[in-house]
C-alpha cells in the first residue's frame, strides 16, 4: 500500500510524545489503578513500559501477589476517532472467545473510553496478566531475537505439541461465523464497519477515510449487553 511519508512521519512523533506523557503520569497510575481494583488494593507498578504497533502496556502488581495488565492504545498509530471503538472491539471480541470456546484469553478486569480516564491517558483496558513462554525461542532454540532459523534440536513431540494447539485454536475460531462483516456492536458502541489494521492503516497514511463508509454489521445476538 502507498502511504504519505509526512503522515507516517507525523504519527509516529505523536506516538513519541504519548509515550513521554505516559511516562509523566507514572506516580499517578498505581493509585488510579487501585480505583478499579474490587477490594482496592495498593498496587506498585513494575518498572519497564511494553509496547508494539498499536499498544503500550503497564503491569500493575497489588499487595497480595495478584498481577494485571494495563493496556493503552498507542496515540499516532491508531485513528484518533477510532480509540474509543477499539478498546470497545477488543473487550467484546475476548469476551466472546473466552465465552465460545476454551482459548486462553485474559480475564478484563475493568476498561473504559477516555472520558473514564481521569489522567488523560485514553481508553484503556486492564486484565488479568498470564504468565505464559514465547514460542520463538523454542523453535530457534535461541534467546537472540534476530533469530529466525528452526533449531536442528527440535524434536517432533515438540512440532506435534505446538501446531496441534495452534490448529485447535484456529479451528475455535473460523467455528465463531456471522451472517454479515462487520464488528460486534453491543449497547456501548454503535454499528460500525469492521476496525481492521488495513482500515487503520489507510485512516492514518493515506487520507482516505474508508471507516466512514457504512456496512451491514455482525449481529451476535445475547452475548452482549
Excluded at 197 to 213: D, F, Q, R
Aim: charged share 20%; with cysteine.
Amino acid at each position: 500500500m502507498d502511504i504519505d511519508i509526512q503522515l507516517e512521519s507525523l504519527g509516529n512523533h505523536k506516538a513519541s510524545q504519548w509515550l513521554v506523557v505516559v511516562q509523566s503520569k507514572w506516580p499517578e497510575i498505581p493509585a488510579w489503578v487501585t480505583e478499579h481494583h474490587p477490594e482496592r488494593l495498593p498496587c506498585s507498578l513494575e518498572q519497564r513500559i511494553l509496547h508494539g504497533s498499536y499498544n503500550v502496556g503497564l503491569t500493575a502488581v497489588f499487595t497480595n501477589g495478584e498481577k494485571w495488565f494495563i493496556r493503552f492504545p498507542l496515540v499516532g498509530h491508531t485513528s484518533d476517532e477510532y480509540l474509543d471503538l477499539k478498546i470497545i472491539n477488543e473487550v467484546k471480541t475476548l469476551k466472546l472467545i473466552s465465552e465460545k470456546t476454551d482459548i486462553p484469553v485474559p480475564e478484563v478486569k475493568a476498561w473504559g473510553s477516555a472520558d473514564h480516564n481521569r489522567l488523560g491517558l485514553g481508553p484503556f483496558i486492564m486484565e488479568q496478566f498470564i504468565e505464559g513462554e514465547r514460542l520463538k525461542p523454542i523453535l530457534s532454540g535461541s534467546s537472540d531475537p534476530g533469530d529466525h532459523i528452526l533449531s536442528d534440536k527440535l524434536d517432533d513431540r515438540t512440532f506435534e505439541i505446538i501446531y496441534r494447539q495452534l490448529a485447535r485454536f484456529m479451528l475455535q475460531l473460523f467455528a465463531l461465523d456471522f451472517d454479515q462483516i462487520g464488528n460486534l456492536p453491543g449497547a456501548s458502541s454503535p454499528l460500525q464497519p469492521p476496525l481492521t489494521m488495513t482500515a487503520n492503516e489507510i485512516n492514518l497514511y493515506s487520507g482516505a477515510k474508508v471507516m466512514s463508509i457504512s456496512y451491514p454489521t455482525a449481529y451476535v445476538g445475547p452475548f452482549f449487553p
